[in-house]
């Protein structure tokens, strides 16, 4: 399955966001994560769909949408529209796992990939027998929020048991994690069945974001070729 490195752009310089995005770019990457917060669902504000609008003509780059808001169907033909290749809702923002499937459909309608996330307090069980109505799961490996945390170790198992219900319900599940990803962390999702790494801080946060970028894939490609 494919390693992809997932820079976040809520770690980036907002000033000059453009020339960040064209650095990783540059640099090889094929995915962009974009947070959006809502001050609700988290206690953090971030970006509208007019950030993702702006970038959009700017960028060939998969633009993954992670949407940490309460009413996320209010929203999603917004970021659609507006040019996400991918929207992931929180599991936690929906009452039941119905709910959850129309958003999957919602999405799915604008011709775009859907994803599903889960917090680290959540257990992977929660997404049994709905994993064949998503392209992606989002495992979260900080509370969702802020940028700059420490990976929570206890999502590997999680992780694991991710990819053994995906053999199962879904095999081309790509599974996602975000949170604390950098140099020291980033063989552990991977060894646990991870294949897209989210990374903010160890990236935009880094003297050449490029070069970091470069250098979480090849430790991320050299994990994934042991498993």
Sequence with gaps: M?????????AADVYSLGQEVAKV????CRYLHIDIMDG??????????HVVKCLRPHSNMFFDVHLMISDPGKYIEDYARAGADLITVHA???ETAEELLALAEQIHSFGIQAGVSIKPGTPAEVLTGILDKFELVLVMSVE???GGQS??????????????????????LDIEVDGGI??????MPVCAGANILVAGSSVFGAEDAGQAARELYALAVQEAEKR
């Design 2 to 10: 494919k390693i992809e490195i997932a820079p976040s752009i809520l």
């Design 182 to 187: 950098g140099k020291a962390t980033i063989a």
């Design 40 to 49: 609700h669902f988290v206690p953090n504000l971030s970006y509208g769909p």
């Design 25 to 28: 770019e540059d640099a090889g």
């Design 92 to 94: 936690e923002a929906a």
């Design 151 to 172: 990976y929570i170790e206890s999502v590997n198992e999680k992780i694991r048991i991710l990819r053994e219900m995906a053999e199962e319900e879904n095999p081309d």
């Design 144 to 146: 969702p929020g802020f």
